[in-house]
């Protein structure tokens, strides 16, 4: 039980877990009006579980693996979500988490579910996105964050960070501009969310009543 009444949001991660600390610090500084009531990874070395329990956050790792298929991972992983949330949290956020969800995470929390991926969808779906934004020779690229609906990397898209590309960027150091912005844009969208100014209505994306029909930008500075 807690005595804190702001929304109660839960993050997936696979990594790292930069956009968690993001998410951390924003939530620690009241920016973002939410609580993180969890962080789950399906993969026992991220990092990211460490850096929550560091900062007082329940974490678990809950291993597919461990599952007799796809169902039975997303149905417990559904569950385990609602447990430490104490009910359905008012967002789920995938922050670096590199697992296809097909099944009852999705059902159950659908509208309520954020990505954040790194690239200026719908350009440049999938993995490896720098790379790939440099090969095609873009001028420019970025961060999206989406509803995750069935299609993987095509949900309808609400934030937009966008960095020109420079003629001397590796994909290490555009991915490290656009990381920064995700930073920026991810606590934006998911206080929107778990404040009810976002929703998901119809397939469409509605920002404080209105509908939006381009993704909000925030440009590099
Ligand atoms: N699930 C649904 N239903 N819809 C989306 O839009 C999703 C999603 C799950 C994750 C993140 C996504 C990204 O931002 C995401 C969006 C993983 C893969 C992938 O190929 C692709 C895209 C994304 C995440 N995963 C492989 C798999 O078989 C495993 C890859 C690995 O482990 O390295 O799940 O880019
Ligand atoms: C971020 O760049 C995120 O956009 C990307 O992984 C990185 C995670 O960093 N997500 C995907 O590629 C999803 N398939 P983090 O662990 O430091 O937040």
Redesign the pocket.
């Known amino acids: 039980m807690t005595d804190d009444a702001r929304p109660a949001i839960v993050v997936l991660i696979?990594g790292t877990g930069t956009n968690l600390k993001a998410l951390i610090d924003s939530a620690a500084s009241g920016e973002l009006p939410a609580r993180i009531a969890a962080v789950f990874s399906d993969r026992g070395d991220a990092p990211g579980l460490r850096r929550a329990r560091e900062a007082g956050i329940e974490a678990h790792h809950v291993e597919p693996q461990s599952f007799a298929d796809r169902d039975a991972y997303e149905s417990a992983l559904a569950d385990a979500i609602e447990a430490a949330a104490d009910g359905p949290p008012a967002a789920v956020v995938?922050a670096g988490?590199?697992?296809?969800?097909?099944g009852e995470v999705?059902r159950r929390f659908a509208g309520r579910l954020l990505?954040?991926?790194?690239s200026l969808l719908p350009k440049y779906?999938?993995?490896d996105?720098h790379a790939r934004a440099l090969a095609a020779g873009e001028e420019g690229h970025g961060a999206t964050v989406?509803f995750?609906?069935?299609?993987?990397?095509?949900?309808p898209r609400i934030i937009q960070f966008r960095v020109a590309v420079r003629p001397d960027d590796t994909a290490q150091t555009l991915a490290a501009r656009v990381l920064r912005g995700e930073h920026r844009i991810l606590p934006q969208a998911v206080g929107w969310l778990a404040t009810g100014r976002l929703r998901l209505e119809g397939g469409e994306v509605m920002l404080d009543g209105r509908r939006l029909d381009a993704p909000v930008v925030v440009e590099d500075r």
């Open positions: 696979s995938l988490f590199m697992r296809i969800l097909r999705l990505n954040i991926h790194p779906r999938g993995l996105t989406h995750v609906t069935e299609e993987l990397d095509a949900g």
